[in-house]
């Protein structure tokens, strides 16, 4: 074999082992233009998370020359902030309270949505992994068993939640089943003794709405053992909170509506404030006055709940707090200032803010 046919057939084998755009499309399962828009990461153009995923996915185990070129093109590292949506605004000020902490530490930070799937949870480890990302905070995990089994010690993590001691992550916590409590004995001081609690889907994949009842219930059972807790909930689909936004306070509208006739009952507490709106528009609608012949709790002390048409009594839940103390203990991750070795848990405490939205009960109830 003479040198220019060796030279040949190295030029040839080189050509063939070369991954283009078209081999990432294909494994993709996308077109090229996408290929190229994503990992380029082209300015007014967007595209679903699990897109952005198998694009880096298919780039990364093909070996694409460019495909850690999109990820933090200015060297900037990058935080994955996971919430089940942004319409409520407990999570819209958790994010903007971590986006803040961010900015003082130098990354940036990249919104995923889950709307309480496993399969959108799981996506989003993914997508951290696949895109290089420094971290990923979940703002609440719907599936803390099946995600953090997916999760490996390479990629910091932090998970904000109820207040639970076996999982195996660092976590910013908060004891829901003391909140609960703390509703509990405010409508036993007032006199209350038939209350309803509102909620959206009640099951295990929602612990921190379970452990909220749960306290009211015990609490409440204790102080007033005559007393009665009616539940009403109604189960929500992830598909059904994306396409709605506004499903929080129609649950709270809709099942308020079904206990006007129960004439025992004269306080609502509801499973949040977004909820909780709902309950007050049943109640206004149907003639009645809050706090004269309803009162009305919520949880989670969102910023509208101070305003002067609502001032509704509820659960200050330190939602900025959270969100900057998530972010400090990522970043101590991150840079090695912590040990991969330990995990850090905070717990906030509670504090009921009490507004106009209750008062004693009325004449007869």
Do not use: W
């Not at 992994?129 to 910091?156: Q, T, Y």
């Amino acid at each position: 074999m003479t040198a220019e046919t060796s030279s040949k057939s190295r030029s040839r084998h080189t050509a063939a082992k070369k991954v283009t755009l078209a081999h990432v499309a294909k494994a993709a399962g996308v077109s090229q233009a996408t290929v190229s828009m994503v990992l380029n990461g082209r300015e007014g153009v967007s595209f679903a998370d699990e897109t952005i995923a198998a694009v880096f996915a298919a780039a990364e185990s093909l070996g694409y020359r460019n495909a850690r070129r999109a990820v933090g093109c200015a060297n900037v590292p990058s935080v994955l902030v996971v919430a089940p949506n942004v319409t409520n605004p407990y999570y819209s000020t958790v994010i903007q309270a971590m986006q803040q902490a961010a900015a003082l530490k130098g990354y940036a930070t990249s919104i995923y949505t889950t709307y309480r799937s496993l399969e959108s949870e799981l996506a989003a480890l993914r997508l951290a992994r696949n895109m290089g990302m420094a971290g990923i905070i979940f703002a609440m995990l719907a599936h803390p068993e099946e995600v953090l089994e997916k999760a490996d010690r390479k990629l910091p993590m932090v998970v904000i939640g109820d207040r639970r001691q076996d999982l195996n992550v660092d976590t910013v916590e908060l004891n829901n089943y003391d909140a609960g409590s703390l509703i509990a004995r405010h409508m036993h001081d007032l006199g209350h003794q038939h209350l309803a609690y509102i909620s959206t889907t009640l099951d295990q994949a929602n612990p921190i709405r379970m452990q909220r009842l749960q306290g009211l219930r015990d609490t409440f059972a204790q102080l007033c053992p005559q007393g009665t807790v009616l539940v009403k909930s109604r189960d929500i689909t992830p598909e059904t909170e994306l396409e709605n936004l506004q499903i929080e306070h129609i649950v709270g509208l809709e099942l308020t509506r079904k206990c006007l006739d129960d004439k025992k009952i004269t306080a609502f507490v509801a499973v949040n404030d977004m909820v909780a709106y709902g309950v007050i528009d049943a109640v206004r609608g149907a003639g009645f006055t809050i706090p004269g012949d309803y009162s009305v709790c919520g949880f989670d002390n969102i910023f509208p709940s101070g305003f002067a048409g609502v001032a509704l009594t509820t659960v200050e839940h330190y939602m900025r707090d959270k969100g900057r103390n998530a972010l400090e203990i990522l970043h101590n991750k991150i840079s090695g200032a912590a040990s991969d070795r330990n995990i850090t848990r905070v717990e906030y405490s509670h504090k009921l803010i009490t507004r106009t939205s209750t008062a004693a009960p009325r004449a007869g109830g």
